[in-house]
C-alpha cells in the first residue's frame, strides 16, 4: 500500500481531533469520555506509525482504519454541532473494538511473519 492511503485516515482523524478541541472544549468538559477518546487517538496513531515502519500495513489495514475513524466522526458529530452535546457510547465501544482488531492483527502479522 502506498503511504499515502495508509496515512489518510491518520490524517482524517487529526482534523476531527483539531476541529473538537478547536469548538471549544473546556476543562471543565474533560471526562472520561475524552480521555478514552485520547488513549484511543494515541493507540491509533502509534498503530499506523508502527504498521508503516513493519510494512505490515496493508489492506485490511487500511480497510479497518477507515472504519475505525468513521465511527470516530459520527461519534463526535454531535459534538461538533454543539459542544453540550453527548457522543453515544455504543459508537465508542464499537471504534475500540475495531482499535482492538486492528492491534490483534498488527500484532499477529508481526509474531507470526506473515
Avoid: C
Wanted: charged share 10%; glycine share 4%.
Amino acid at each position: 500500500m502506498s503511504v499515502q492511503i495508509v496515512l489518510l485516515p491518520l490524517f482524517i482523524h487529526v482534523a476531527l481531533v483539531l476541529a473538537v478541541l478547536l469548538r471549544g472544549i473546556r476543562a471543565a468538559e474533560a471526562t472520561a469520555d475524552a480521555g478514552r477518546a485520547v488513549f484511543a487517538a494515541l493507540l491509533f496513531y502509534t498503530l499506523t506509525a508502527l504498521a508503516l515502519l513493519t510494512r505490515k500495513a496493508d489492506v485490511a489495514f487500511v480497510v479497518l482504519a477507515f472504519v475505525f475513524v468513521g465511527l470516530r466522526l459520527i461519534a463526535a458529530f454531535p459534538q461538533l454541532l454543539s459542544p453540550a452535546a453527548r457522543a453515544r457510547v455504543s459508537l465508542d465501544v464499537a471504534s475500540l473494538a475495531v482499535l482492538a482488531l486492528m492491534w490483534g492483527l498488527f500484532a499477529l502479522a508481526i509474531l507470526l511473519n506473515i
